[in-house]
């Protein structure tokens, strides 16, 4: 591949928070080597916290590998400095400064409701008064977009104080954050470890979150690397997990557990949520069917020794509102205030 072929695949990645002017428009792309097969791209960022600078890591080298580059490489210079230095990208947490209690939803297997409980818990916390925001750490499947219909926007960044942080969206009364509003529709980034783990801590320490009294972390699907790196990097109070009462289930929310309890971790979980406790079919509101098995959240919570904090029931206006964009948590049915007693008892064990 030539020079010119690589800038063209790259004339693709657009700086959001840029009028989504193209990288290569920006002249942002400082160096272009070609060795062989071999493609090293270093991209050039005027300041040392674009916070987006991971997303635009990922974004090119998904260009370049979509141009048919196989493994492309793809570095960072600071321009600002006289003499560039590498990998000049530094966190803190001075963004979370305000921020009184940071929650994680976790769960140790995928598909149990974890974002579904995250969401529909901020905007019944939001309901009962308090300031709330929430972050998608799922940078591999984000799914805060659709649930919130807040797909397609695009947050601006802002600089303060001489740093640049993304300003999180606002929609029923909760700000929102997710890497979802940085990738094309149905485009997955291609991401390694360490980059997921830095775009996603973009997410959480490059956000303008403001004064909250709560904020949510949707954590990933697992119990990874990924995981262990975002628990030590970000100052999280303590955890929810969500399960299913599935007795198979209680493997994995022991997972989900001892991660949280490890020694090097050591943060508290603050309680147990049981999604799809029962099914409840929406011609018949009253009835319940233990449909994967009764108290099952209760037997765990107990063999866990922690505290079971909600449950959650089955039924299909928690998934269409959630396909919708419109979390059940706002409405008006029973299972609405299964979230806002979640969120009371949550918002009562923390003061
Ligand atoms: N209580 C419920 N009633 C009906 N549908 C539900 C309920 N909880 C979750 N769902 C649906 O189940 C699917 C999976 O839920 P969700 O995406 O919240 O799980 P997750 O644990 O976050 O998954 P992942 O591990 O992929 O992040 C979604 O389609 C959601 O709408
Ligand atoms: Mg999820």
Known sequence: ???????????????????????????????????????????????????????????????????????????????????????????????????????????????????????????????????????????????????????????????????ELIIPLEKYGVKWMSIGYFAERGQALIWRGPMASNALKQMILQVKWGELDFLLVDMPPGTGDIHISLLQEIPMEGALLVTTPQEVALADVEKGASMFRNKSINRPIFGLVENMAWFTPAEHPDEKYYIFGRDGGARMAEDLGIELLGRIPLVQGIRESGDAGEPAALGTRPDAQAFLDLAGKLAAKLG
């Open 1 to 163: 591949m030539t020079e010119k072929e690589i800038l063209e695949l790259l004339s693709q990645v657009r700086h959001p928070a840029r009028g989504d002017s193209s990288v290569v428009e920006l002249g942002m792309v400082n160096k272009v080597e070609i060795n062989g097969d071999g493609v090293t791209v270093t991209l050039g960022f005027p300041k040392r916290r674009d916070p987006l600078a991971e997303y635009l890591i990922g974004a090119t080298r998904a260009a370049l590998i979509r141009g048919g580059v196989k493994d492309p490489k793809v570095e960072t210079v600071v321009l600002e400095d006289a003499a560039p230095k590498k990998k000049g990208l530094e966190f803190d947490t001075e963004c979370l400064r305000n921020v009184r209690h940071i929650i994680g939803v976790a769960s140790g297997k995928g598909g149990v409701g974890k974002s579904t409980v995250a969401v529909n818990l901020a905007c019944a916390l939001a309901r009962l008064g308090h300031k709330v925001g929430l972050a998608d750490a799922d940078v591999y499947g984000p799914s805060v977009p659709l649930m919130t219909g807040t797909e397609g926007a695009q947050p601006l960044a802002e600089e303060i104080d001489g740093r």
